[in-house]
């Protein structure tokens, strides 16, 4: 009778998983992203800027080469002209971040580095990630580092297949970081260069504790309340991010207004995977590098690591890319976590730029890729 019992209440157990499965793969649909703004202020993507033509492309893929449900991946690809023989740079977002952290809408000349980019002669993917945005969103226990690289495997390959790239980078901003990183580990021939911002190997025990009180539950409260069911998803609670991403006296409060406004859902599952890739890994990448940190970078920089110490620092966080075809790491004074997102935002761009030319292209950066 017990055996019965137990059978029965391990396929009753059975049964509400694959359920659950289904539901949300059958409700997994991306969300429109409007741009948000304060009345007010006018927000201008990339795609406005003259001579500057985007496609918007829906990749499909799977969560794994076992994966038995196909998810879309939404982006556009740009670039001034046709994008074929350019270099093209692949903008992969952290956590809570859509599109737009790359292509910052408010006073794009100066925030958003998808138009620079663009300026420079690049190509650009910008896209949501599977879990966010106009992407699909599968269960959030689902999502992890892995999965997401394996996601940008199938990214990759689509666009140099379909648009004769040459060369690839990959820009990572945060969890993005750490998703280049799984990618670059996993498909070391898929990429030319990896570019990390908002990333050491270091976690500050100041941010654990904040985002202990820092998020919510994304079906039940913020913007997504009602258009999630999923419970595992998260989204940072309003009037955080400046204390946790920004460097005050070096941000326009506008900034980060419009950030708040255009916060996206991060999954449960990232979260719990994200710190995998925190340890010794990224020491077998053999890709050319370059590490971006702002010094107030309040995620990453703090208890173990003063990143103040610029020279401390840098020699710390070098040993873990011995195998790196080069490495170069750059610091950023008075700079918070979104370093693409402070005043100082034209000068780092120009130096990712500058180091694209140089070790990707071999060249000088003249504007034409």
Known sequence: MRRSRLSIALLALVTL??????????????????????????????????????????IPARLSSSGVFQYDVVGDLCALGSP???????????????????????????????RAALRAGYATFNFYRPGMGESDRPLGLLLNVDNQAYVLEQVVDTLRREHGFGKVVTLGHSFGSVTAIAHGLAYP?????????????????????????????????GPFAGRIIDPTYLISRPGTRHQIFYEAANTDPAVIEVDEMN??????????????????????????????????????????????????????????????????MVILEHTGHDAALHRNA???????????????????LNGEK
């Not at 990453?300 to 840098?314: K, N, Q, S």
Request: aromatic content about 10%; charged content about 20%.
């Open 189 to 221: 021939a898929s990429v030319d260069g990896i570019v990390l911002t908002g990333f050491a190997h270091n976690t500050n025990p100041g941010f654990v504790t904040a985002m202990r009180t820092g998020v919510d539950i994304a079906a039940l409260r």
């Open 17 to 58: 998983v694959a359920a659950l499965m289904v539901a949300g793969w059958w409700l997994s649909g991306g969300r429109s992203t409007p741009l948000l703004s304060p009345p007010g202020l006018r927000l201008s993507p990339a795609s406005e800027l003259p001579g500057v033509h985007c496609d918007r492309l829906i």
């Open 263 to 328: 916060r996206q859902p991060t999954a449960l599952g990232e979260v719990i995977s994200s710190g995998k890739y925190f340890g010794p890994q990224s020491k077998a990448l053999t890709a050319d590098v370059l590490q971006v940190l702002g010094e107030d970078d309040f995620v990453v920089c703090g208890g173990d690591l003063d990143c103040h110490d610029h020279d401390r620092t840098i020699a710390h966080e070098q040993a873990f890319f011995p195998a790196a075809a080069s490495y170069e």
């Open 346 to 364: 034209p000068a780092t761009t120009a130096r990712i730029l500058d180091w694209i030319a140089r070790r990707i292209d071999g060249e000088a």
């Open 84 to 114: 074929r023989g350019k270099t093209l740079q692949i903008l992969v977002s952290g956590a809570g971040y859509g599109s737009v952290y790359w292509d910052f809408p408010y006073e794009p000349d100066t925030y958003s580095y998808a």
